[in-house]
């Protein structure tokens, strides 16, 4: 029996800050909720069933926080649940959303949740706290560093420099510049983000994604529903999620099947997501990526991983001018991505919200003219979880 | 209208318990400063540090396996920025995989000058050779050793 | 609803050890998804994705999915996660097999001991705007729920110490090894008050476990010859509002909602007569008292003479918590998972010591948060459900 088609028919999103200091926890969400309410004509009544967007409690100073806010997305005696899978909880929520209306439980759901990581006194030392107290919590572990030795591990291995991963910085806020939800919008140079302070080498200030608050929501439902109400809406016509040994040091060394240079089970994610979408050549039948990369050289290997260029070639690609840039070929986070907006708890869910306004054709001035198939990505963990979708008009 | 703000702290303390794979392990560094690792019987790899089971098999490890105290650099990175309790800045670390071991064990390097990065990131480019130093009194801790350059 | 693609339950693990500082927390929970696919028949190779669900802050894990994923077999798989609830975790889990996109799912739940000290941890709960400063743990939430029903309810306290005592006269036939205590009713009811009115004798200690379900859908089950799974009939949940102050304590709307959902769905229309046995929430004697209210299965007027009768106890007309409940053992994240499971055992027969007779259809109720806050329902049949297209 052929499950269900599910759309998108309402997304909100916050404008994206670092700190929002004139609203509580419980009211960003709301804020978030209410925009994506009006955004489809649904009031809260409307909806069956609510899948919370949380990362880690730790972030928020508050364990289970999304008991604070069940009144936020108006589920008092409605069907409630939360996800939480690091860094790509966003994702992976409209992943159970989905799974909701797919198997026949529900017509229509809301996904909705927020950060305000500006608030969190230090995100690194809970970030250090996420590896595991038998062998690496004494490290000085954290996500910057994790993906500074990522970043060396793919010089290494195919030649990016510096310079390479601040193209990636400029071509972001760039597109950040044109899109009013994003934190970080000033435009910058190959210069400036080289002489932005060394954090972790060869990470540096520039080169890495901003604490942001702010909040994010959707409204799915199935095609029944859209119909019957006459909705507009844009179809989630692939997902998956894939993931990785929780252990670095095991995707290093001899006989590894992910390489920490590259984005394995982020490639096998989306292997799985173009099956299911029916896409067998995504350099010809992508229009548009919204990939999640908090760290400038991550976008390179979420590129690969995507198959919108081969192995350890983006770098070059980029710099040659033609790609990945938005009025270029296969532009990649014409919003601005990850690293011009990251409120935790919900930017990988903003990465199928903007993959969804594309291929509705209300992404406004970073719109990418003509876009029929978009793709998201969210990361988690330690490099390890990864969610993908495939959206179509 | 003036915001207010309130300050909470989480104190909580943890009594992990390593189970018998990891407390072996750390007794033979505490006591005989040796590193071992064990074997997969699916894939052959040896992981270290040592796990009861393969992640990518989930079946049973079996020999352990003596490894280093050479090794190769397979990553790191040198942080020049403070975090809250973390160590103060600069201070290298990264992924060493030991002569014996397939997989690579994490750990600080030290003996190098980190005042210039691009200098320091020549010397511990991936592919370099380091060689495990083991504190006088250990605890039975991953900060009983470290990596130097050889 | 659309009736989808049936789902049933083929295989259950529960990891207890006596003694949970030998091994470390992941290989612990390694080792209840082994023990949980041996059960269904399967290899890890047969599982097409996962959902776990455990506390972060019982943990002392940041992300607690993250190396405890490798212990399922989250590498190269489809791995979610439901920090929310552990009950939670099994509803994804059935829903992705509903949708046709998985043919199996794995469903893995903790509560650990690693945590000096799980009322502060459980403090973190509350919000740092207005209730941080107040002693509220899951205990003391269930002491304000007691008085609640008590001061609503006439006799609850009777039926209360009642409850404690069948519960562990049932754990003392399931599990003996646990042995759950006190069952004397006069020293349930004299022991020392924890959190008023909840005397010591009314709760179990917090136990260290791991549960696992594994999960498949109809096509697989035939496909593999798998005898007498549990199939999943309804399936509801819901929650109340996060702050206790909002709430009727001595109600649970939530639960009606749940329980509605789960009818409906399995077609129920009188759910007193309807079950063979029920497996509900219990951290505290007055969590079932409001369970059997709100499941349709005792009204609050008849508890004092149902359970004087034994109605609920093994060998009566309803055997309510013939494991012994929460009452008797309380991995506090993941009893709820564990009431499922339990439910989902007695239809496959696989109840062990504490099996019910011909068990044809079994309920099972699982709440989590301060208070009950979370409810979530779950009826189980013997045989494939009718379809109604």
Request: glycine share 10%; net charge negative; charged share 20%.
């Amino acid at each position: 029996m052929k499950a269900p088609r599910v759309g998108i028919i309402g997304i909100g999103q916050s404008d994206y800050k670092s700190r929002r200091d004139d609203a509580n926890y419980p009211e960003l969400v709301r804020e978030a909720v209410a925009l994506a309410l009006k955004d489809c004509q649904r009031s809260l009544e409307d909806m069956e069933a609510v899948v919370y967007s949380l990362a880690p409690d730790a972030l928020l100073g508050i364990g289970n926080a999304e008991r604070l806010g069940v009144d936020a997305v108006g589920a008092r005696n409605k069907r409630f649940m939360r996800i939480n899978t690091g860094g790509s909880t966003g994702i992976s929520s409209v992943a159970a959303a989905h799974s909701h209306i797919a198997a026949g439980a529900c017509d229509i759901v809301l996904v909705a949740g927020a950060d305000k990581v500006g608030e969190c006194g230090d995100s690194q030392t809970i970030m250090n706290k996420i590896w595991d107290p038998i062998y690496e919590r004494s490290l000085p572990l954290g996500t910057i560093t994790m993906l500074a030795m990522s970043a060396l591990r793919y010089m290494h291995k195919y030649g990016m420099t510096q310079e390479d991963m601040a193209r990636v910085i400029v071509k972001n806020r760039a597109h950040a510049a044109l899109n009013p939800r994003a934190h970080l919008r000033k435009e910058t140079t190959i210069e400036e983000v080289m002489s932005s302070r060394m954090i972790s080498w060869p990470i540096k200030l520039f080169d890495c994604c901003p604490q942001s608050s702010g909040g994010c929501a959707m409204v799915l439902a199935s095609e029944e529903y859209i119909r019957a109400n006459n909705l507009e809406a844009v179809w989630i016509t692939g997902l998956a999620h894939s993931s990785e040994s929780y252990y670095l040091g095991d995707r290093m060394g001899r006989g590894y099947t992910a390489d920490h240079a590259d984005a394995h089970a982020l490639g096998e994610s989306f292997q799985r997501s173009y099956k299911m979408a029916g896409i067998a050549d995504p350099v010809r039948q992508v229009d548009v990526a919204e990939l999640y990369a908090p760290f400038s050289n991550t976008e390179f290997h979420a590129i690969e991983a995507a198959g919108l260029a081969p192995i350890g070639r983006s770098p070059q690609m980029l710099k040659d001018g033609e790609y990945f840039k938005l009025g270029g070929r296969l532009p990649v986070n014409p919003s601005g991505g990850t690293v011009c907006s990251n409120p935790i708890a919900v930017t990988a869910m903003v990465r199928v919200a903007e993959a969804a306004l594309q291929v509705w054709g209300r992404a406004g001035a970073h719109q990418v003219q003509g876009a029929k198939v978009a793709i998201a990505s969210g990361n988690g963990g330690d490099h390890q979880f990864f969610g993908t979708m495939v959206v179509e008009a | 209208m003036q915001f207010l703000k309130r300050t909470e702290n989480w104190n909580i303390t943890y009594e992990h318990a390593l189970g018998e794979t990891a407390s072996w392990f750390y007794t033979k560094i505490r006591d005989d400063a040796e590193i071992y690792g064990r074997r997969c019987p699916e894939s052959g790899r040896v992981l270290v540090p040592p796990r009861a089971f393969s992640d990518q098999t989930l079946a049973p490890t079996t020999d352990w396996v003596k490894v280093g105290p050479e090794g190769v650099i397979e990553a790191f990175t040198i942080v020049y920025d403070a975090f809250k309790n973390l160590p103060p800045p600069p201070y290298a670390f990264g992924y060493v995989m030991l002569e014996g071991a397939d997989t690579a064990i994490g750990g600080y390097f030290k003996g190098v000058d980190l005042g210039d990065p691009a200098a320091a990131a020549r010397k511990l480019a991936i592919g370099t050779r380091v060689t495990t130093r083991f504190a006088k009194e250990r605890k039975g801790d991953v900060l009983d050793f470290w990596f130097e350059t050889v | 609803m659309r009736t989808a693609l049936q789902v049933g339950m083929i295989g259950c693990a529960f990891h207890a050890p006596r003694n949970h500082d030998t091994a470390s927390l992941e290989e612990a929970v390694h080792q209840a998804t082994h023990n949980a696919l041996r059960d269904a028949g399967l290899a890890i190779d047969d599982i097409d994705g996962i959902v776990v669900a455990a506390n972060d802050q019982y943990d002392g894990r940041a992300i607690s999915i993250m190396a405890a994923s490798g212990s399922v077999g989250g590498v190269g798989r489809d791995i979610l996660c439901t920090p929310s609830c552990a009950e939670h975790a099994f509803v994804l889990a059935a829903l992705r097999v509903g949708a046709g996109q998985f043919r199996t799912q794995l469903v893995v739940s903790w509560s650990s001991l690693e945590t000096t000290d799980l009322s502060e941890a459980q403090r973190l709960g509350t919000d740092p705007y207005f209730h941080r400063q107040l002693p509220i743990d899951d205990l003391s939430s269930h002491g304000m729920q007691a008085n609640a029903l008590e001061a609503r309810v006439p006799g609850a306290r009777e039926a209360a110490i009642a409850v404690t005592e069948s519960s562990r006269k049932h754990a003392a036939i399931a599990y003996p090894e646990f042995a759950a205590s006190p069952v004397d009713p006069r020293v349930i009811a004299s022991s020392r008050v924890v959190r008023w009115p909840l005397t010591e004798g009314m709760v179990s200690k917090p136990a260290f476990a791991v549960v696992a379900v594994v999960l498949a859908s109809d096509a697989f089950i035939a496909e593999r010859g798998i005898g007498q799974p549990a199939w999943i009939h309804g399936m509801g949940w819901a929650t109340e509002p996060g702050f206790l102050g909002d709430r009727d304590l001595a109600e649970l709307p939530s639960l009606r909602s749940a329980a509605q959902q789960a009818y409906d769905a399995a077609g129920i229309t009188q759910a007193e007569s309807a079950f063979d046995v029920a497996e509900v929430a219990d951290a505290s004697p007055y969590q079932q008292l409001l369970a059997l209210e709100a499941l349709g299965l005792c009204e609050a007027t008849a508890w004092q003479a149902s359970i004087g009768r034994g109605d609920f106890q093994s060998g009566g007309r309803l055997p309510v918590n013939p494991s012994g409940g929460a009452l008797s053992f309380n991995p506090v994240f993941c009893t709820g998972l564990m009431r499922i499971a339990e439910a989902g055992n007695q239809v496959r027969g696989q109840a062990g010591r504490h099996q019910v007779a011909d068990v044809t259809k079994a309920l099972a109720h699982g709440a989590s948060g301060f208070a009950m806050q979370y409810n979530t329902v779950v009826v189980f049949g013997r045989d494939r459900k009718e379809v109604q297209q």
